[in-house]
């Protein structure tokens, strides 16, 4: 699959602006605020549905905005759009098929592998959300229900919320806790799963880079907040994890109350990687430098991609935000050459990179 051209119309900074992309690399290259990371998002918003962030994707001056998008799938052309028109603080959707009304996402995801972002934001990995961002963007491609079960979990957050906050409480908050407990698990454990899918190719990975490492350990702290060594642990019963959820959440209740907000989900989860050398094991936000932390997460990323095409027998359309901005030219040279080898990949950044032929000026 890949992207030919992608045309945006009042869409947040573009009035109306057309790219080309090509097969291989593509390079989106501008100073900040000039729309590289709009193209980026743009392209990932009309396959997911999903807004990276919580400004309006409608121009500030303007009622309405348009996505569109050719690509090329299996020697067939296809056009993609999506209109958006404001409403109030919000905005209605329509999504188009080859000029046809589709009414859901969901006819987009049976039919096309959603592109893989990895965000600016991301390349620290300090963040647990981040770091969650990144496995859960990895799970909605190569499990679309995932998508449900996350906005459910989300619905029922904000019920118990809401209760939390009128002071009302009822019967139905230990519904809404079993519920939680429920989904939190589920989700917990799809995360565990997708991180474990990818520990020895990771560790091969790695090792190529730095050479003194022999393992990587992960440890992985679910929202009841007691780590997991996923090294170590071989089966994981969604069972035994909603037992956790729901005792901590037992526990957590008059927390709960006074701060009038939910503590106790998968929305807290979080996980480290240990490296383990001959001499010692080190957690890597202790031990690595801001460079090595973004070729670690890089090689995190590119090993989560090749598992989804271990899946769909292709790879995804991979969208990097600023990906080498802490590192030197010569490791950006490195994870260049790695790159070359996907069908497509769209890159942003505010330096140019000589490697990359086919170039986007903003």
């Known amino acids: 699959m890949l992207i ?16 080309n992309f090509r097969k ?6 501008g100073n900040n605020s000039t729309g590289k990371t709009t193209i980026l998002e743009s392209i990932f918003f009309l396959f997911s549905g999903e807004l990276v962030n919580n400004f309006s994707p409608i121009n500030h001056n303007q009622d309405f905005a348009r ?20 409403k109030n603080s919000r905005f209605d959707k329509t999504l188009m ?31 647990p959300e981040n770091k969650r961002n990144i496995i859960d963007r990895f799970l909605k491609i190569i499990n679309p229900e995932f998508s449900n079960i996350e906005y459910n979990l989300k619905r029922v957050i904000k019920q118990k919320t809401s209760i939390l906050k009128s002071g009302n409480y009822s019967d139905i908050i230990e519904s809404l806790n079993s519920k939680i407990a429920e989904l939190s698990s589920l989700i ?9 899918s990818i520990g020895d190719d990771l560790n091969n990975a790695c090792r190529k880079f730095w050479h003194n490492i022999e393992n990587i350990k992960i440890i992985y702290t679910p929202g009841f ?5 996923l090294t170590n642990e071989k089966n994981i019963q969604q069972n035994d994890l909603k037992e956790q959820y729901l005792k901590a959440i037992k526990i957590n209740t008059k927390k709960e109350v006074e701060n009038q907000k939910v503590l106790v989900s998968s929305n807290r989860d979080n996980f480290e990687f240990i490296l383990i050398t001959k001499q010692k094991e080190y957690f890597i936000k ?17 090993n989560l991609v090749r598992q989804i095409k271990k899946v769909y027998n292709y790879y995804p359309i991979l969208l990097l935000d600023e990906p080498f901005v802490f590192l030197d030219s010569l490791n950006t040279e490195k994870i260049l050459k790695i790159l070359y080898t996907y069908p497509q990949v769209i890159i942003s950044s505010n330096k140019d990179l000589e490697l990359i032929n086919h170039k986007i000026f903003l």
Do not use: C, H, M, W
């Open 4 to 19: 030919e051209k992608l045309i945006l119309e009042n869409y947040r900074i573009f009035t109306k602006r057309e790219f």
């Open 24 to 29: 291989g690399l593509n390079l989106v290259l």
């Open 67 to 86: 996505i569109f998008l050719k690509l090329i799938f299996n020697d067939i052309f296809f056009e993609i759009s999506a209109i958006l028109k404001r």
């Open 97 to 127: 098929l080859n000029e046809k009304k589709i009414e859901s996402y969901k006819i987009l995801k049976n039919k096309f592998l959603s592109p893989f972002l990895l965000n600016a934001f991301d390349i620290s990995f300090q963040d």
């Open 188 to 196: 917990t454990l799809k995360r565990i799963e997708g991180i474990k």
């Open 225 to 229: 907040n007691l780590p997991i060594n």
């Open 286 to 302: 202790n031990i690595f430098s801001q460079s090595q932390i973004n070729i670690f997460i890089l090689l995190f990323f590119l």
